[in-house]
């Protein structure tokens, strides 16, 4: 238990340093646009693939369901921040926070290979809850705060209600499958 | 004289005024993963419009109607044929939830 929580922290630790950084040191040290759009397409890929994991391992219709709904929103959205970045001629760069992610992903993925049914299906979940919720908080408080482009500003500005939405779906799965694992 | 002249243009607008409004069209769009208007109040017959303006698919689904899937700039209409109050969401993000009365 106490593992599986680690695992989960240390999945959102790069994002959620980001968002809790003293607002007044942001404007100095925040990402560049560049590194944005890195950030942005990391924290994407990362929830495509633990998606495509959950759609491989998850025999829950509910959970597959979800799974499959975030595979095909992120990558409709990686889909369209790499089309405005080409716009924007902005080319996505490294950053420790885009890096962080990265490593925390496979600490997870290596978690979410390892469980198998209603363990896994529970992990997964639980993820997805605590990930939406600290890719919000850093989109809302670090992404747009810090980017420069009118255009990406917007962009990201659009992106809220879908990590939020995405929260929101993971909670509604998260107690309705709590209910199922009670029943 | 002016008495003859205020009957006929009374007689010209009030057929206009009079007559029952046929049958409307409504659009709900779809943007920022909400229904916009949440709340849509039409008549029997009316017809209403959803159109996705998202990245993303969505649908508009209540017991009595289901669009499917609907893409980026995707449309799909519904005539209201049935009166009553029908809650529906997007069965791809189950949190947004809309409304439309029949009257």
Known sequence: MFKQKFSMITGAVALAALALTNPMARAADGPSDPQIVGIVLAADQVDIDYGKIALAKSKSKTVREFAQRMVTDHSAVQQSVTGLAAKLGVTAADSPTSDGLKSGARDITAKLNSLKGKEFDKFYIDNEVSYHHTVNSAVAEVLIPNAQNSELKSALEGAKPLFLKHEEHAKLVQSGHSKMAHQ | ?103
């Open chain 2, 1 to 103: 004289m002016k008495l003859a002249m205020m009957f006929v243009l009374a007689a010209l607008a009030f057929p206009v005024a009079a007559t029952p409004e046929g049958p409307k069209t409504h659009t709900v769009l779809i943007t920022g993963f909400r229904f916009v208007p949440e709340k849509l109040e039409v008549n029997t017959g009316d017809t209403v419009i959803w159109k996705n303006a998202d990245i993303v698919p969505h649908t508009a689904t209540a017991k009595k109607f289901d669009s499917k899937g609907l893409d980026q700039g995707q449309s799909w209409s519904y005539v209201a044929k049935a009166k009553g109050s029908f809650p529906y969401i997007c069965t791809f993000h189950p949190t947004m939830k809309a409304e439309l009365n029949v009257k």
